[in-house]
Structure formats: C-alpha cells, structure tokens
C-alpha cells in the first residue's frame, strides 16, 4: 500500500550513539516533516523539509539534525544521543493544502 | 505565536452516550487550517477532518460532528452514540500554509477518550 514508511520501528541506544530515522514516502508528496511524541505533549515538529533541497528547524531541532536526500527519502539523525531523546518518533509528507499522512512511528528508547 | 489547548487529558464514556472533545486555538494569521486525527491504541495517526479558516460550517460525517466557531477560536468534535472502537487519542492541530514553505502543525496535547461497554 502507499503510504509513508519509517525504519526502524523499534530502537534501544545507549547514550551517546547516534543513529539515523529512515523515511521514505512513495506519494510524490513534496513536503515532509519529523514529529516526536511525549506523554502529555502531544507531538512536536522537530525539523521540516518544504520541498526537495530544503530543510528548516521546528518548534524543537536540538540534538537532531535531518537530510531530504531527494523527494522521496528524509532522514533524522541524532548524533549523540541522550535519554531525554527517549521518545516514539513520527514522519509525515503531504502534498499542498493537504492533511499530512504519518508513518506508523519509531520507538526509541535511550539508555 | 500559534497554541492549542485540548484541555480535557481524558475522558471516560459508557457506550451510547454523546462526547464533546474541547479544541481551543490561537492564531495571529487570517489564513490557517484546523485538523483532527484519531491515535488508536496501535499508535499510528488518523486524519479525520481539516478545515480552512473561511469555512465555518459545521460537518457532520456518520457518528462524527464538528463545531468551528471562529468568533471563540474553538473547533470542538462531537462523536454522538459513542462505541468501544472509538477508545483512542485525539488530536486536535493548527496549520498556517504558505505555498511552496508546508503547512507545520501544532498540535494540542491530545484528548485520551475511553469508552466502556
């Protein structure tokens, strides 16, 4: 089915290892976004991509850092991780004036 | 800045009964979108409504209402005759769109509804 795919779906890191988010989405959509999801915080935008060759930070970029490596791809990297990155991570992409579709998220857990 | 505040962590419903989930925005922009998805307990997100800024009328789909109110910056949703399937998190989320710039959503803290046979 189309739709937006993130890999892994489940990770334990210790702290300080970096590690990359992959999402890809098979929609042609020109936007994509990462989102983290807190207890009690609702999700959060962490870093977007408008459209292929752009990136720009959300409401909470630290410790992260993204890649749109062409319009279908976009990737998060966290560098050194730290526990307060422990949380379940989502992708999205939409086309212009349109609802965004999400991945089914990724589960990080650093220790 | 933009906010919105679900302030209704969670509510607790017996089976049949009607349910209002509360959404309150704040915007300084005159064009911007509000949306509502669905987080069932298997965690992916659902979209179920998006609404510009223009359009105040309410919509109803099956079991589904929405009641947008600019003149109170509330978009509230109303699941009349509420089913355990319905058990879930919603989110309610803001958008300003600037062509060719994606629409960023901010999204309130979310509404954990239980219904209960």
């Known amino acids: 089915n189309a739709g937006v795919t993130q890999t892994p779906k489940f990770q334990v890191l210790k702290t300080g290892q970096s590690m990359t988010l992959q999402c890809a989405q098979d929609?042609?959509?020109?936007?994509m976004y990462w989102y983290r999801q807190d207890p009690g915080m609702g999700l959060r935008l962490i870093y977007y991509?408008?459209?292929?060759?752009?990136?720009d930070k959300g409401e909470v970029p630290n410790g992260y850092n993204v890649s749109r490596l062409n319009k279908r791809e976009f990737s998060l990297r966290l560098e050194s991780a730290a526990p307060s990155q422990t949380s379940v991570y989502f992708c999205?992409?939409?086309?212009?004036?349109?609802?965004?579709?999400f991945g089914d998220g990724t589960r990080l857990s650093i220790l | 800045a933009q906010k919105v505040t679900q302030a209704q962590t969670e509510i607790s419903v017996v089976e049949k009964e009607d349910v209002t989930l509360d959404c309150v925005y704040e915007?300084?922009?005159?064009?911007?979108?509000l949306f509502w998805y669905k987080q069932p307990p298997s965690g992916e997100l659902v979209f179920l409504i998006r609404?510009?800024?223009?359009?105040?009328q309410n919509e109803i789909s099956g079991r589904y209402s929405w009641n947008f109110q600019k003149s109170t910056s509330s978009f509230n949703f109303t699941i009349t005759a509420s089913q355990v399937v319905d058990s879930a998190v919603y989110f309610c989320?803001?958008?300003?769109?600037?062509?060719?710039?994606?629409?960023?959503?901010?999204f309130g803290q979310g509404t954990e509804l239980s219904v209960k046979p």
């Open positions: 999205a992409s939409s086309p212009p004036v349109q609802p965004q579709h």
């Open positions: 929609m042609n959509h020109n936007s």
């Open positions: 991509s408008a459209s292929e060759g752009t990136t």
């Open positions: 915007t300084r922009d005159t064009t911007y979108y």
């Open positions: 609404r510009n800024s223009f359009d105040e």
């Open positions: 989320a803001l958008s300003d769109y600037f062509y060719n710039q994606g629409g960023k959503l901010i």
